[in-house]
């Protein structure tokens, strides 16, 4: 006998076929109490699921007695209750390696698109405004040899650092819970408190998952820190900014400018103060969005649940101590 999974994001066929291959599976279409309540029985036998951007709480859990792996499409997985699942003994399986350069791309280029008003200054140049030679009002501000100041030195950041250094010759500040040996080495990256992070960057790139200690790291205090110059840059998760700080400081000008690819609610609200502003870049989290790395990401959550259910597990686990 297969043990049964619940799949509750779609596939690509070759990787459901894969996925056929190991398991029976049952696929819905999300985790909604409609769809847990009419596929009861599926979900009382699933022994995994896998699929995205559903929460996985204690009340879903209840209903799924003999779950024993869970693999996320994605490398975040604040949507799951970690400590539920520890309780229940259940691993949790993630895809933090594949997308990590598509997502320090999307950073550089927020970064890019924010400095030099890429998104605004292409608008008004379909809307007909560019009838002679620009002048002030079109400037951006130079992105090469600034300090990127990046909050968390995590793959992604490291990539990030690579691409602004290397590329763009700029300094590196940086502030993680440790210090960055590679970073370091590579990067000339300097370790600094947050304080300092704040005051000398001229990008703040925040590149961090959404825990307790990260809800709302940076507010109102943090960005009057800020360089009235300053841009921040966010592709983590969008609570790990309190938005309506942000939105303050960039009416009164307390910071220069934002790109931002993640946001308190998304999907963003179409009446968001963010989005009447000219000096945001909002995108929809785009972050690992390319049809090479959804696939890759997909790729890997189907590896991680055949690995969890079937065979050892040595790699891309959340809660390894369970395996204990």
């Not at 520890?86 to 950073?107: C, F, K, Q, S």
């Not at 605004?120 to 140049?125: D, G, Y």
Request: charge should be negative; aromatic fraction near 4%; proline fraction near 5%.
């Amino acid at each position: 006998m297969k043990p049964e999974v619940v799949l509750y994001k779609s596939l690509p066929d070759d990787l459901r076929a894969r996925l056929d291959e190991h398991f029976t599976v049952t696929a819905v279409k999300g985790l909604t109490p409609e769809t847990v309540q009419a596929q009861a029985e599926a979900f009382a036998r699933a022994e995994g699921m896998i699929g995205s951007s559903s929460p996985v709480d204690e009340a879903l859990l209840e209903k799924m007695p003999k779950l024993r792996a869970a693999s996320t499409i994605s490398v975040g997985y604040d949507n799951f209750d970690v400590d539920a699942l520890n309780r229940r003994g259940i691993v949790l399986m993630h895809t933090p390696t594949v997308l990590t350069e598509t997502v320090a791309d999307t950073m550089m280029a927020l970064v890019l698109s924010s400095a030099r008003r890429v998104v605004e200054v292409a608008e008004r140049v379909k809307a007909g405004e560019w009838q002679r030679s620009i002048g002030p009002d079109w400037f951006g501000v130079d992105v090469h040899h600034k300090k990127m100041g990046i909050l968390g030195m995590g793959r992604i950041g490291l990539a990030l650092a690579q691409r602004a250094h290397l590329g763009f010759g700029m300094p590196i500040l940086y502030n993680a819970r440790k210090h960055h040996e590679e970073a370091e080495s590579r990067f000339n990256a300097q370790y600094c408190d947050l304080d300092t992070l704040l005051r000398e960057s001229d990008f703040l790139c925040i590149s961090l998952p959404l825990t307790e200690q990260t809800h709302h790291m940076i507010g109102h205090e943090q960005l009057a820190k800020m360089k009235p110059s300053a841009i921040l840059i966010n592709a983590g998760r969008g609570p790990v900014v309190d938005e309506q700080a942000l939105i303050a400081a960039l009416k009164d000008k307390t910071i220069h400018a934002a790109g931002l690819d993640v946001f308190e609610q998304e999907p963003l609200p179409v009446d968001s103060e963010l989005l009447k502003l000219p000096n945001v870049v909002a995108l929809p989290h785009i972050g690992s969005a390319t049809h090479e790395t959804r696939y890759g990401m997909a790729r890997d959550a189907v590896e991680n649940l055949i690995t969890a259910l079937t065979g050892k597990v040595e790699k891309n686990c959340v809660n390894p101590q369970v395996l204990r």
